[in-house]
């Protein structure tokens, strides 16, 4: 008994994670279906309960939890600077972004969100589009794995690895970064980063194309996505659906243009959104091939980063971007939302400072992934059960961020 | 930004009979809303053509811990139309906290406010489908609030923090 790490009985599933449909409820020609937790297109750990009439789905009911971590449990424990090696953790392939939220919004608290340096801004910024495309290019590589296409996941996988390489050679880390701190940054750049980041846009640049004309374009891929999972501008917005998603339903709301936040108000760049080229607005394809639209503009703002980055503020002997990292993180006791655009929608963070400790009262995230994913059920009703494969891709879900 | 917080003041003041308070310290700007008043409330912001929030972007729960004997629920509006945030606070009593859901007025706060029932066992009246989401089911307690004390085995195994 001691040694037994976990007592199995055959009601352990039942009663963790009971279903909400019973069996002996079900119409005759009703059977339920269950999808996951361990199940490579559903992306990670996700439990789908999918009741169905033969093959077409009557209902879905998503169970999450798996890689639930006490993220905000966490961060009531701990002083605010150390809290940063657990956003990286919540969404794991675009961590620089959720650090780049974060930090915004512990400065803003501390009133020095206006004291940043713009070279410390600029390569924030650098950073954050660079992980934006790794991340968009990890949406489409496994969507495409999802609907059966092989190559273009391994086409993408080898690009991705320059752009792990670049952000290994910055912070150290591949994935998890913990580069941006509190009032600055881990380092500065190193030496000759800009221009292996340009060499980098233009080898990537042609391997975008090439990857719209392999996957995109697909006359199979377009079968499969067009007019699948169309989601309504009003459902959309009423159900809090933010990032690509709500771009693909034909609305141009992008955070880093609405709320202009850090450098975003210099730079130029385009907000694309769904046209409903292949099928209705707001359908699979029209999803994918935002994010794909994304990518370009990411490129675009990563070059006019680097002008600024080796021009107006250049590296100096005397810069430090640690110079106005405070020593202690004290907040005056408020409440304070923070928002900003990551790769998959709207990362919230909200604060509650008591004034008298360096610990968050209460820190809450409000992950993108989780209320995107919230959409689920609503529109997959009456589709076939491959399209719901096709559908939950294309909400691009990390379930890092889902659980927490 | 003070033009429109007056704005939303005074269309806060029609809407509701109640005294409204603001939120100290708070950005965006937010009220305190009575309990029994947030539902209409609610309702009128997201209908009215001159405030029209749109979006619920996020709901927190807050434990104030045992001494003060107060939890909170917190709403944040966001008006896309408008560029609007609003914050909405309702203060409950620690025993048997329950409020209203708003479900019927934004779909988003479905998952939303399961989350808090299940981090912090606040009720939600009248919502389609309140079970635990982030935690097993059969979990006891509700580990967001302040005097959470985890138990020591789950299943035969040892949690260690």
Redesign the interface.
């Known amino acids: 008994m001691k040694n037994?790490?976990?007592?199995y009985k055959e009601d352990?599933l039942i009663?963790?994670?009971?279903n909400?449909f019973k069996t002996g409820e079900l119409k005759s020609e009703e059977m339920i279906i269950n999808l996951g937790p361990q199940h490579p297109s559903t992306h990670g750990v996700l439990r789908l309960e999918v009741l169905s009439d033969g093959e077409i789905i009557k209902d879905v009911v998503p169970h999450?939890?798996y890689l639930?971590r006490?993220f905000?449990?966490h961060a009531?424990s701990l002083p605010y600077n150390q809290v940063i090696p657990f956003v990286d953790r919540m969404d794991y392939v675009a961590a620089m972004n959720s650090e780049h939220a974060y930090a915004m919004g512990v400065e803003?608290m501390l009133g020095i969100a206006d004291q940043i340096p713009k070279r410390v801004e600029y390569i924030r910024v650098l950073m954050a589009e660079i992980n934006r495309i790794a991340s968009h290019l990890i949406a489409v590589g496994t969507y495409g794995l999802d609907l059966g296409a092989f190559t273009p996941f391994f086409w993408i996988m080898r690009d991705r690895e320059h752009i792990l390489r670049l952000l290994e050679w910055a912070s150290g880390a591949r994935m998890l970064y913990n580069y941006i701190w509190i009032g600055g940054l881990f380092y500065d750049l190193p030496v000759g980063f800009e221009q292996r980041c340009r060499e980098f846009i233009t080898f990537f640049k042609p391997k975008v194309g090439e990857l719209e004309k392999l996957l995109i374009n697909n006359k199979i891929f377009i079968d499969r996505t067009a007019n699948v999972g169309v989601l309504p501008l009003n459902?959309a917005?009423?159900?809090?659906?933010t990032g690509p998603m709500l771009r693909g339903s034909g609305?141009r709301?992008d955070l880093r243009r609405?709320d202009g936040y850090s450098v975003y108000p210099e730079l130029e760049f385009e907000v694309p959104i769904g046209e409903g080229k292949m099928g209705k607005v707001g359908d699979c394809w029209d999803r994918t091939w935002v994010r794909v639209k994304e990518i370009y503009e990411s490129l675009r703002i990563m070059d006019q980063c680097l002008n600024k980055l080796e021009g107006e503020h250049k590296r100096t002997r005397e810069f430090d971007p640690q110079a106005i990292v405070p020593k202690k993180i004290r907040p005056?006791?408020?409440?304070?939302?923070v928002?900003a655009e990551n790769p998959k929608g709207?990362l919230?963070f909200?604060f509650?400072a008591d004034g008298k400790s360096d610990i968050p009262?209460?820190c809450?995230a409000?992950a993108c992934s989780?209320?995107n994913?919230?959409i689920l059920p609503?529109i997959s009703r009456g589709v076939l059960i491959a399209d719901l494969i096709a559908i939950l891709g294309s909400i691009d879900i990390v379930l890092g961020e889902v659980?927490? | 930004m003070s033009d429109r917080k007056a704005e939303l003041l005074s269309l806060i003041r029609q809407v509701t009979s109640e005294e409204v308070i603001e939120?100290p310290?708070?950005?965006?700007f937010?009220v305190v809303v009575k309990q029994e008043a947030l539902l209409s409330l609610c309702d009128q912001l997201h209908k009215n053509p001159a405030s029209y929030f749109?979006?619920?972007?996020?709901i927190?729960?807050?434990d104030n811990g045992p001494e003060s004997g107060t939890m909170e629920v917190?709403y944040?509006l966001y008006s896309?139309p408008f560029?609007n945030?609003l914050?909405l606070k309702v203060l409950l009593p620690r025993e048997n906290p329950e409020v209203e859901s708003v479900v019927s007025i934004?779909?988003?706060a479905?998952?939303?406010e399961r989350?808090i029932y299940d981090?912090f066992g606040i009720g939600f009246k009248n919502h389609p489908?309140l079970?635990?989401?982030?935690?097993?089911?059969?979990w006891k307690g509700y580990?967001?609030r302040k005097d959470y004390k985890h138990e020591e085995y789950y299943?035969?195994?040892k949690i260690e923090y």
């Open positions: 037994q790490q976990y007592i352990n009663d963790s994670e009971p909400k999450i939890g639930h006490c905000e449990k009531e803003r459902l917005i009423n159900s809090g659906v609305l709301f609405v005056k006791a408020q409440e304070f939302y928002r709207e919230g909200y509650r009262f209460r809450k409000r989780f209320v994913l919230s609503e659980d927490r | 939120i310290n708070s950005t965006p937010g749109d979006m619920l972007s996020c927190t729960g807050v917190i944040h896309i560029n945030s914050a934004w779909k988003s479905n998952w939303l989350e981090m489908d079970r635990r989401i982030l935690m097993p089911a059969d580990p967001l299943r035969g195994v």
